[in-house]
């Protein structure tokens, strides 16, 4: 049903609040609503200028329903449902207000006639139009696309001038010359296509081409505009070919007479129009009939020759079912290692096609498998993983397209680490079938926590959105491929726009050519002179000016390199296409930094004449994170500005301020964004907002039936109406409770697994935290994959998901969360162990899937004769259709919400290129240059370097280059670690790990390569020399490295035979000896004195890595680096500890064989390398057999390693299991340390080589000493001595008491002992004698109150005059709500109508008045479960109990009526339990007489207060009312408590102690009663008093009674503290003691303030003497100051004071005040 509401607002001058304009509100206003009571948003709608009403987010459009129009009318009040199954009582404002606060401008036709009518959006005139043509194309497309430009009005006018329209062709075709922004364009030509101007005004135009024959007429150009409008609209969208036939056909016949006449020459034109006509022709084709699949030919041997089936521009990104279930091999041929391609064409084919199949290879294979051997559940699939039972639970608003929450059997996954796994990786690809893979739905990793992943949840962002709408309880087959969607999809793309035109460095890589030109800027000007000054690391710099391209360069070692790095240098700088080769420790990034300083400090030089403003930025691409940051600080380091990190997430400090994000938002601080995208943004904020406000509240809906039960209220659209008048007829609260038997004692049900309680191991999470931390290969993944480039705002989307969260739970009739108020058979509270079981009983209920059927559903006439299986069955039924109403909802605008989430990225885009335009360096990972493409494309950098080049896959780095590129520099080295496909067998035989470094290698290009290694000592070099590198040589400092310590050699290789072991749930392997060797050969190593950042453990498979982790504790072994070598490439240590894991009976070793990893792994210590492994087995390959070979020669081979003793050198222990190193416990030998500590005593270590001499380590003997007391030092001999001195011993305080204390206590308010007064309540003080400060300051006493409040609950306070009201929460409701305060404060009557009616009465008034009919006692009509006649009356709540099933417990007499025939019987809604009726009539209309306490009524079994009972509502209600009389005298006069505290305000803000000032005024705040504004003027009066006490003594005390002063004020600060104590009154006795304890210190403070007068003035006085005395001992005295003693010490300090001349500190009349 269609629902309006209006409102009246008023604005001055007809202004909003919205910047002044645009929020035009006059008169009486109507927000228009679609149908369904939401927003009807389109999302091609642009933003709008804020001076046009109309341009705003909430345009609602006309929905189609009839009450819907655009001219405005008196629309209906809301219905209770609204159309959404959910009370939308109040929503005048609440919809008002929830657009408001989502930003969301609304659009208001007027409803009053005289009010200013809404200005019309006016077409755009020919000057606003003109000036696009010199603004940027982005911004140009960007105002056409925007509503308020009024560019699609005058699309559609009825008449437009010629030269308007000559002017509109130039305009689009300038404006679609942007590539960022591909949704607004869309958007764009999806509105010219519908437009008047293509259907009639473009047919005019060319129909006056030939009626003007003035040669002025510029023909040819505005025929090459029509024609290229016309390419660009069908190639975008080809559904217009049907709009564009008659402006072809009428655009042929033009030109022929053009060309008869003259007036056009060009014979281009007519072979573009002859083009287009075949492209069009084309499109109309495919369009018009289905894409017949492409002949797969099987190829047993791989032919370059054979042409493609197919253009591989049109093959789809994402797998199709055909590439899925196929049998024979897709058309593939080689990445060619030398020679040439055919063309950009033949190139881009090979690549796409390859990396296509890397993609989709280990999904197929992986399906087929799975469907031969689907029953087979212990067999493992090799290609995929896959999941059972896989369920899509409900979609998610994520910052720009809706995900999906999806559950998953995780009951065969017990073995799975999962935050470890790299399963279910971000941006992993995933496919569901419900039907063995007939039909498949594709989906990517959105988001995955190893929290839910233990659970089976994660989240999925489907390809096709709104593709599972309908997809409720069915459930999938879910298979998963480790490969990174994401970046294939963009890798791809970007293969498919790369063009021959567009492609560049075409000769070197698809021509293959050998001779590389110089840059062109560099071929342009020939004399180009760079500054070479700053590669040299001096302080004082001086210009070294070389011409470039000459041969006069300075010589290697006037830049400080050696001569490799000098030419490597110099190719770099004077070659368009350079590639670097570094091996290992060679300082191929030393080099490259030293390139990119020369390339940025001379970039001045290199402009053209085509650099219009500046040259672009140097554009670096890394493989690895960890890379790409050590290479931008290495720049930063000596240009410290102009630096852009973008992409994956960084981990450097130095870096944070130059990552997108942060430039972003300086950006925007700065004001610096251009209006036309901060404008845009708010649009596309606005409408986003309210789009994703409506679809949080539908998943929210939808969620909420997953987690309780929804009330019947909200379902009443898809009840029958006799469905919900069952239940209006029960007229209970808990109706949906009962119904569905959430409220039954007995729930026997079978458990589901999956809902069983899961117990954690705290003693295993606590040796986890102990463990080293080791970074997961999973976290390695997911850190390349997680791209920090989006900015949005997800805080403030959590805040409104919270809020709808908070509004829709009250839709639930039970929440799970109030489980605990359900009560045993015998009315106790159930147990904890009960109250889980009812929880999993009540889960697997809702997740069952078996439901009723429409005609199942339409049969049922009575919903109570259900049995208990078919009422959650119907239940169910209700709940999918209201899920489905909340999706039906939610899919209709989520193509919306993902098209507005697309077209605020470009809008990002368009502000991430302005921002990067101007910057020098931008850097990225390849992931982040894969998904940045468009943001590279558009900046065009002129030079690109590439580090790690040999790593990345080929398609990667052509992908990331522009058309702008004019010099590439490949830096790495294919030697070590290649690109790393997903399928060996397209890395092998396509040659897919080729990477665009090595083919450019062996394809015969120049390769400067770097030759002397910096890293290596010559013992580990020469492996590298003699088997990787031929000519390698090793530099100076090499020869000067020490020897490592504690070993006899600085390298060995550790042979061994213990086998290896197959991981779970991955293909890694692991061996648990070489983990446990290696870990104590860590250990010994830090023992000899080494930093454990100086030693990394590496191995060759990620599966070691978990035994790496459980046996190194952080605590001794933090700083150790643990990881794969894969993980560990470019980066290198002074030890390296090598496990190769591999150990067979079957003679594999996997990758070992690889020679790149072997160069890795054998290449990255500096000092020493110690290897573990199996060479027996390594021997069988041929290139480690040469290296073993060696090694044995060298003697560097062997089963075990020595350990040397740096104190001993003639002591050596040779180790060959890990036990064998506590041999040498402390890392020497076995003998003792002899070494005598500072203290005397002699080390008690055994031999150490660590801290040589002791300077760290601590004695651990006895002390000797003796503490001044006398007793002995009890700390060990390397602490501090004790001074506080422990032993035990008699004390005798001053209070009189004694007691055993420890030595060092002397402060008499520690005596223990029981006070033992008799406070003025009557009670004995149950404080001790220190606690009451020796009888001063008493203990709250802390007896029991045993008073019952009116509202019935007992007091919670203790010993008190007066009791507190009731903290609990309000019991009191009634059928329609629950009262939300506390019981103590007022409840508010329910205004709602009475439901107690039955068909014989019915009460008029109001629920929260008394009732205006009597009771009924006809018998009730309704039938149990049981089939029984209810025993209840009519119209009240049918007890559960029958008189036929439970007839001896219902006829067991109590009252004595109730074994009459005629008994009925009434179940009490608090506590459940069933009486006669008759009785209890009796016993409620029963008056107390003489009894003047108010109280409720009480079940007469149980003494549960009756509270919620129809029946007896007038007497509760009358009860309530005298409770509520009761409550308002408690609470006092509301206008004087106010007053009061508004008075109390000023005097707190006056109080010198502001800590203090706001302690208080919190508390004050919080007040409610006249008692505790009472309580808070004490404790004001008290507070002052003691600063007055502290202020009196402040400067005037002499410097000799400072020890006094300070306990003075300690005394005074105690009694502060017990007088802040948040309490609710002060006790008689606590105001008595507080005024006693402050009058003594004020005597304290003023006897010693005359004191110190005495002094100064030198007065000398027997008789002053003794009053000072007789003061000094009533001050000190124990316990409280007695009257006489007052009088007497009030006496003498007026004599004091009268002959010091000084006023007394304390008047006597403050005094009087302090008592």
Same mark, same amino acid.
């Not at 799975?370 to 493992?380: A, I, S, T």
């Not at 921002?915 to 360096?921: M, P, Q, S, Y």
């Not at 110190?1652 to 000398?1660: A, D, F, V």
């Given at each position: 049903m269609m629902s309006g509401t209006r409102y009246k607002s008023h604005s001055r001058g007809g202004q909003g609040s919205h910047g002044g304009r645009g929020f035009r509100v006059a008169g009486r206003q109507t927000y228009k609503y679609s149908s369904i009571g939401r927003l009807n948003l389109s999302a091609n709608d642009s933003f709008g200028d804020q001076g046009n009403a109309n341009d705003n987010a909430g345009n609602f459009r006309d929905s189609g329903d009839a009450s819907v129009r655009r001219k405005s009318r008196p629309v209906t009040q809301h219905s209770n449902t609204c159309g959404r199954g959910r009370n939308i009582s109040n929503s005048r404002t609440e919809s008002r207000h929830q657009y408001i606060e989502a930003g969301l401008e609304l659009t208001h036709p007027s409803t009053n006639s005289g009010s200013r009518s809404r200005r019309e959006i006016r077409a755009t005139g020919y000057k606003r139009l003109e000036e696009l043509l010199s603004k940027d194309k982005a911004e140009a497309l960007i105002q056409l696309s925007s509503t308020y430009f009024g560019f699609e009005k005058l699309l559609n006018e009825p008449e437009i001038r010629r030269d308007l329209r000559t002017l509109i062709c130039r305009v689009l075709i300038h404006a679609c010359q942007c590539t960022t922004s591909t949704v607004s364009l869309n958007a764009l030509l999806s509105k010219v296509q519908n437009s008047m101007f293509i259907k009639y005004h473009m047919h005019q135009h060319i129909m006056a081409l030939k009626d003007e024959r003035s040669p002025r007429v510029r023909h040819e150009v505005e025929i090459q505009d029509i024609i290229t409008v016309i390419r660009i609209l069908v190639e975008r969208l080809p559904s217009a070919t049907g709009e564009v036939k008659a402006s072809l056909m009428l655009l042929e016949l033009t030109m022929e007479e053009l060309y008869e006449v003259g007036l056009i020459y060009d014979r281009n034109i007519r072979s573009r129009f002859d083009e287009l006509k075949e492209f069009v022709k084309e499109v109309e084709k495919t369009q018009g009939e289905k894409v017949k699949p492409a002949t797969r030919r099987k190829i047993n041997n791989i032919d370059d020759d054979i042409p493609p089936p197919n253009n591989f521009r049109d093959i789809p990104i994402f797998p199709t079912l055909e590439d899925l279930t196929m049998d024979k091999i897709p058309f593939l041929r080689k990445n060619k290692l030398d020679g040439s391609y055919d063309n950009a064409d033949h190139y881009l084919d090979v690549q796409f096609r390859l990396l296509r199949e890397d993609m989709i290879r280990p999904l197929r294979e992986g399906i087929i498998e799975? !469907?031969?051997?689907?029953?087979?559940? &212990?067999?493992?699939i090799t290609d995929i993983r896959v999941y059972n039972d896989v369920t899509v639970e409900y979609p998610i608003c994520s910052h720009d397209c809706i995900i999906y929450k999806v559950h998953f059997d995780v009951s065969r996954l017990k073995g799975v680490r999962w935050q470890s796994t790299k399963r279910l990786i971000y941006g992993s690809l995933v496919c569901l079938s419900k039907d063995d893979f007939q039909t498949v739905y594709f989906a990517t990793v959105a988001n995955s926590k190893p929290r839910d992943l233990e659970n089976g949840f994660l989240d999925l962002k489907f390809e096709i959105q709104g593709q599972v709408e309908n997809t409720r309880n069915e459930k999938f087959t879910m298979v998963e491929t480790s490969s990174f969607f994401e970046a294939y999809r963009h890798v791809l793309l970007s293969l498919q726009m790369i063009t021959e035109q567009n492609m560049p460095m075409k000769k070197y890589i698809i021509e293959g050519r050998h001779e590389v030109n110089a840059p062109y800027y560099l071929r342009y000007n020939r004399n180009m002179t760079y500054d070479l000054g700053p590669l040299i690391d001096e302080d004082t710099r001086k210009p070294m000016l070389v011409k470039i391209a000459s041969n006069t360069w300075p010589s290697p070692s006037s830049l400080q390199l050696d001569d490799s790095q000098f030419n490597a240098l110099k190719t770099a700088l004077t070659k368009e296409f350079a590639v670097i080769q570094g091996p290992p420790g060679t300082g191929k990034t030393y080099v490259g930094l030293k390139i990119v300083h020369a390339l940025l400090h001379n970039r001045k030089y290199r402009k053209t004449v085509h650099d219009e403003i500046n040259e672009s930025p140097i554009f670096i691409i890394s493989y690895t994170n960890h890379a790409l940051d050590q290479f931008l600080e290495g720049i930063h380091s000596f240009y410290p500005d102009g630096i852009v990190r973008v992409g994956g997430r960084s981990s450097s400090e130095t870096l944070k301020k130059f990552n997108l994000n942060n430039l972003r938002q300086e950006s925007r601080e700065r004001k610096e964004v251009p209006r036309h995208i901060r404008v845009k943004k708010r649009f596309l904020f606005q409408k986003i907002d309210a789009l994703r406000y409506n679809m949080e509240n539908s998943i929210e809906n939808i969620k909420l039936t997953t987690t309780g039960v929804i009330h019947t209220r909200f379902l009443r659209k898809w009840m029958r109406n006799g469905h919900y008048k069952s239940f209006t007829e029960c007229r209970e609260n808990q109706s949906m409770i009962s119904w569905l038997s959430l409220d039954e004692v007995n729930m026997n049900l079978d458990i589901d697994t999956r809902f069983s309680v899961i117990e954690i191991n705290d003693k295993e999470e606590n040796e986890e935290g102990e463990q080293l931390e080791v970074a997961e290969e999973s976290d390695l993944i997911a850190e390349k994959r997680v791209l920090d480039i989006d900015d949005a705002d997800e805080e403030d989307a959590m805040r409104t998901t919270r809020k709808i969260r908070n509004t829709v739970r009250k839709q639930l009739a039970f929440d799970p969360d109030q489980m605990e108020r359900f009560k045993d058979e015998d009315s106790f509270q159930l147990s904890k162990r009960d109250r889980q079981k009812r929880m999993r009983t009540f889960k697997l209920e809702l997740q069952k899937t078996d439901k009723m059927s429409y005609v199942e559903a339409a049969r049922v006439q009575n919903v109570w004769r259900l049995q208990r299986n078919d009422r959650w069955r119907l239940y169910r039924f209700w709940i999918s259709q209201y899920c489905d109403h909340e999706r039906h909802l939610l899919y209709k605008t989520q193509e919306d919400y993902s098209t507005l989430g697309k077209q605020l990225q470009e809008i990002r885009l368009e502000e991430d290129i302005l921002?990067?335009?101007?910057?020098? @360096?931008i850097g990225m990972t390849t992931t982040g240059a894969a998904r940045c493409r468009? %943001?590279? =494309?558009?900046? =065009?950098?002129?030079?690109?370097?590439?580090?790690?080049? /040999?790593?990345?896959?080929? /398609?990667?780095?052509?992908?990331? !280059?522009?058309?702008?590129c004019e010099h590439l520099i490949l830096i790495g080295d294919h030697q070590q670690l290649r690109p790393n496909p997903t399928v060996y067998d397209l890395a092998k035989r396509y040659n897919l790990e080729i990477s665009l470094f090595e083919r450019m290698v062996k394809n015969g290009m120049h390769c400067e390569r770097l030759n002397t290694q910096h890293r290596m000592r010559p013992e580990i070099s020469s492996l590298m020399k003699n088997h990787f590198y031929k000519g390698l040589q090793d530099a100076?400092?090499?020869?000067?490295?020490? =020897?490592?310590?504690g070993v006899a050699s600085n390298m060995l290789f550790i042979d061994?035979?213990? =086998?290896? /072991? +197959?991981?779970?749930?991955? !293909?890694?392997?692991?061996?648990?000896?070489?983990a446990e060797f290696l870990v104590s050969l860590c250990k010994y190593m830090i023992q000899q004195g080494y930093n454990p950042s100086e030693i990394t453990i590496l191995t060759t498979y990620t599966g070691q890595l978990l035994h790496f982790k459980k046996n190194m504790k952080s605590e001794f072994f933090k700083g150790v680096r643990v990881c794969s070598v894969d993980n560990f490439q470019g980066e290198e240590n002074e030890i390296i500890l090598l496990s190769l894991v591999r150990s067979n009976d079957e003679g594999r070793i996997g990758f070992l064989k690889e020679k790149n990893r072997m160069c890795v792994a054998l290449s990255r210590a500096k000092k020493g390398l110690f290897c573990i492994g199996n060479m027996k087995l390594l021997t069988r390959d041929d290139h480690w057999r040469k290296i073993v070979t060696e090694l044995r020669q060298k003697n560097l081979l062997s089963k075990t390693i020595r350990l040397c003793c740096q104190n001993h050198p003639g002591r050596a222990v040779d180790v060959q299991e890990p036990l064998d190193f506590m041999k040498c416990p402390e890392g020497g030998c076995n003998e003792r340390? @002899?070494?005598?500590?500072? *203290?005397? &005593?002699? *080390?008690?270590?055994? *031999?150490?080589?660590?801290?040589?001499?002791?300077?760290?380590?601590?004695c651990s003997r006895p002390c000797v000493k003796q503490l001044p007391c006398g007793h002995a030092c009890k700390e060990e001999c390397s602490q501090p001595c004790t001074s506080t001195c422990r032993e035990i011993v008699s004390k005798l305080w001053p209070c009189g008491h004694k007691g055993e204390y420890q030595c060092h206590v002397d402060d008499p308010l520690s005596c223990s002992n029981p006070c033992g007064v008799i406070l003025k309540c009557g009670h004995l003080c149950q404080g001790t004698c220190g606690g009451c400060t020796n009888g001063r300051l008493h203990q709250q006493c802390r007896s029991k109150c045993n008073r019952t409040l009116v509202c019935g609950h007992g007091c919670l306070e203790p010993c008190t005059r007066n009791c507190p009201p009731c903290s609990k929460s309000c019991e009191n409701r009634c059928v329609h709500n629950k009262c939300p305060n506390k019981c103590g404060e007022k409840c508010t009557p329910c205004t709602m109508p009475c439901e107690w009616r039955c068909q014989h009465k019915q009460c008029t008034m109001q629920c929260g008045q008394l009732c205006n009919r009597r009771r009924c006692d006809k018998p009730c009509k309704n039938t149990l479960s049981c089939g029984h006649q209810c025993a209840g009356l009519c119209g009240e709540l049918c007890p559960r109990k029958c008189l036929i099933c439970d007839n001896f417990e219902l006829t067991t007499i109590m009252f004595g009526s109730e074994d009459k025939p005629n008994a009925r019987f009434i179940q009490l809604e608090d506590c459940g339990h069933v009486i006669e009726s008759t009785a209890l009539d009796v016993w409620m209309d029963l008056e107390d007489d003489g009894n003047t306490n108010v109280q409720s009524k009480d079940c007469p079994i149980c003494k549960t207060p009756i509270r919620r009972n129809l029946r007896y509502g007038n007497i509760i209600k009358e009860l309530q009312m005298d409770i509520e009389c009761m409550k308002s005298k408690i609470i006092g006069d509301e206008y004087k408590i106010r007053h009061d505290k508004i008075r109390l305000q000023r005097e707190i803000q006056r109080l010198s102690d502001k800590e203090c000032g706001t302690f208080l005024l919190t508390e004050l705040n919080a007040l409610l009663t006249a008692e505790q504004v009472s309580n808070m003027e004490n404790k004001l009066q008290f507070v002052s008093k003691v600063d007055e006490i502290n202020k009196a003594g402040d400067g005037k005390i002499n410097a000799r009674y400072a020890d006094i002063e300070k306990r003075i004020k300690k005394e005074l600060d105690i009694c502060k503290k017990l007088i802040l104590m948040p309490r609710y009154q002060f006790s008689e006795q606590m105001l008595h003691d507080i005024a006693s304890e402050l009058q003594r210190l004020s005597?304290? %403070?003023?006897?010693? @303030?005359?004191? +110190?007068?005495?002094?100064?003035?030198?007065?000398?006085s027997e008789t002053l003497a003794d009053y000072v005395r007789i003061v000094k001992k009533h001050v000190t005295s124990i316990g409280p100051l007695k009257e006489k003693d007052v009088k007497t010490t009030i006496f003498c300090l007026k004599i004091i004071s009268r002959e010091c001349g000084v006023v007394p500190c304390i008047s006597d009349k403050e005094r009087v005040q302090i008592v």
């Open positions: 799975y !469907l031969q051997h689907k029953h087979d559940r &212990h067999r493992r921002l990067i335009r101007n910057e020098k @360096v468009n %943001m590279i =494309k558009n900046i =065009k950098p002129k030079i690109v370097i590439v580090e790690e080049a /040999a790593e990345v896959l080929e /398609a990667h780095i052509v992908s990331s !280059l522009t058309e702008g100076p400092i090499v020869h000067s490295y020490e =020897k490592v310590k061994h035979d213990h =086998k290896e /072991a +197959s991981v779970k749930d991955t !293909l890694s392997k692991s061996n648990v000896y070489e340390c @002899v070494y005598r500590l500072k *203290c005397g &005593h002699v *080390c008690k270590l055994s *031999c150490h080589p660590y801290d040589p001499e002791h300077k760290n380590i601590k005597f304290y %403070m003023e006897l010693y @303030v005359l004191k +110190s007068e005495l002094r100064n003035k030198s007065i000398i």
